[in-house]
């Protein structure tokens, strides 16, 4: 069909017995079920729209140019699927199935192939089945979800939506993940992978990506952000890898094979473990304690430490925000975030970075963030370790009830209340009141509490 004929007919197309069918000059062919035997050929530039597409082992359908395939809301893939130079659209499809019905093959050329769906999801889903299989370089359009091969050759795939891995094996040169696209799931990405800006990694299980060897090296880059969820994440390059994104480990682990330098845009989120010797120029941020089991840490002058902390353990691992086995090197600024629920009295000390392989340099910078009315403090460094020793501690809140409401009389009635051994009802539940050392200083009851509150109450400074 060529010179932009038109077919319209609300008949059947049997070519189960062979043949080819081939568009061209934007062509459209419009019938109600194509079959395709094991030697038919689709192939051409134009549209294509069939309400129903049946086909054998071997049937291929391909694109000559720009070639439109509308099939139905739901669809299986033909034996081959071949993406050539230039675009293969289904724009009606939620669901491409490949490798459903029989093993089928979407075979990526050089081309582009886009899924499509009606206005409310604008991205179609492939479904790759066990049976499947996608192979080869170009770009995809789509959401896959990925229970068999996909097995990028050449210069790679480029993914524009969304690749969930939960069973499936892939394994090639490269696969690129621009700001539409995203991974997630678990299993090994045996490929060199591309995060660009604007990129997610979610992992539901532990995943490598990247592999290198003697003959040929495909790594990682990490322009993303990446949810690490509490598994383990291996990111394999024959080189230093250059994080410029944003990792959350949530309790999980990010390991590196030789290094990896954390540039001043990127960031690292606590808890969890980094394996591997990091150089870190951005972010630090230990909401939870940062482990480096294997390895070392060295903090550069751009970089920002942020160590948050949270309960009360003075020496132990409870307070210690990063642990280094390795040697630790800081520099830059370190802010220290107090929680609310971190309580700390005069003369407590505290372990922040702990490094029994060796400690060097000290931190440029320090601010203390959300301190207690009054409080003083001091950073100390010796050969392992840098350590917050609390000079004073600090008078608490003035609302000593914790209900959110201050100043107020059931603010100093619930203070003599506590003072005179009592439990007020009037004590937040959870958080219950504030303690009697009020000042903080270890020493209770004494008289100086009763004075350092009514001078808060007043607005004035703790002593």
């Not at 996909?150 to 524009?160: K, T």
């Not at 009315?373 to 100390?380: D, R, V």
């Not at 051994?421 to 009697?436: F, H, K, N, R, W």
Request: charged content about 15%; overall charge negative.
């Amino acid at each position: 069909m060529n010179d932009a004929q038109i077919v319209l007919a609300d008949w059947d197309l049997d070519m189960s017995a062979g043949g080819d069918l081939t568009l061209t000059n934007n062509a459209i062919v419009d019938v109600d079920e194509l079959t395709l035997g094991a030697t038919s050929v689709v192939s051409g530039a134009g549209t294509l729209e069939v309400g129903g597409l049946t086909a054998v082992s071997g049937a291929r359908v391909e694109n000559v140019g720009d070639l439109t395939l509308d099939v139905p809301l739901v669809a299986s893939v033909p034996s081959t699927l071949r993406v050539n130079t230039g675009v293969m659209a289904l724009p009606q499809t939620a669901v491409l199935r490949n490798g459903f019905a029989l093993a089928s093959t979407i075979q990526m050329n050089g081309g582009v192939l886009v899924v499509e769906s009606f206005p409310l999801f604008p991205t179609g889903t492939i479904d790759n089945f066990p049976a499947g299989s996608i192979i080869g370089f170009g770009i995809i359009d789509a959401n896959i979800d990925n229970d068999g091969v996909i097995q990028p050759g050449g210069v790679g795939l480029v993914l524009g939506g969304e690749l969930f891995n939960d069973a499936g094996t892939i394994n090639g040169t490269a696969l690129a993940f621009p700001a539409t696209g995203s991974f997630r799931g678990k299993g090994n990405v045996n490929a060199g992978v591309n995060f660009g800006p604007g990129s997610v990694m979610t992992l539901t299980g532990d995943t490598q990506f990247g592999t290198f060897g003697a003959v040929a090296a495909a790594g990682v880059t990490f322009q993303a952000e990446a949810l690490i969820n509490g598994h383990a994440a291996f990111f394999r390059d024959a080189g230093i890898i250059d994080l410029d994104g944003i990792v959350r480990l949530a309790g999980g682990s990010l390991r590196v094979d030789n290094g990896a330098l954390v540039t001043a845009t990127a960031e690292l989120h606590g808890p969890g473990a980094l394996v591997g010797n990091y150089s870190v120029s951005g972010l630090l941020n230990t909401d939870g304690p940062i482990i480096v089991p294997v390895g070392s840490l060295q903090l550069n002058a751009p970089a920002d430490t942020r160590l948050v902390m949270r309960g009360k353990m003075p020496g132990d691992f409870g307070t210690v925000r990063v642990i280094a086995p390795g040697t630790a090197t800081v520099n830059g600024a370190l802010e220290i975030v107090l929680r609310d629920s971190f309580d700390y009295v005069t003369g407590d000390e505290f372990v922040l970075i702990d490094a029994p392989a060796g400690r060097a340099g000290t931190f440029s910078s320090i601010t203390y963030t959300n301190p207690r009315n009054g409080a003083l403090f001091n950073l100390l460094y010796n050969a392992t370790s840098v350590r917050l020793r609390v000079l004073r501690g600090g008078c608490d809140s003035i609302d000593f009830n914790n209900n959110g409401v201050f100043p107020e009389d059931q603010d100093v009635i619930d203070f003599f209340d506590v003072l005179a051994g009592g439990a007020p009802a009037t004590c937040d539940p959870v958080l219950g009141c504030g303690s009697i050392d009020f000042n903080n200083n270890g020493v209770f009851p004494e008289d100086q509490d009763i004075i350092d509150f009514f001078v808060v109450l007043a607005g004035g400074a703790c002593s």
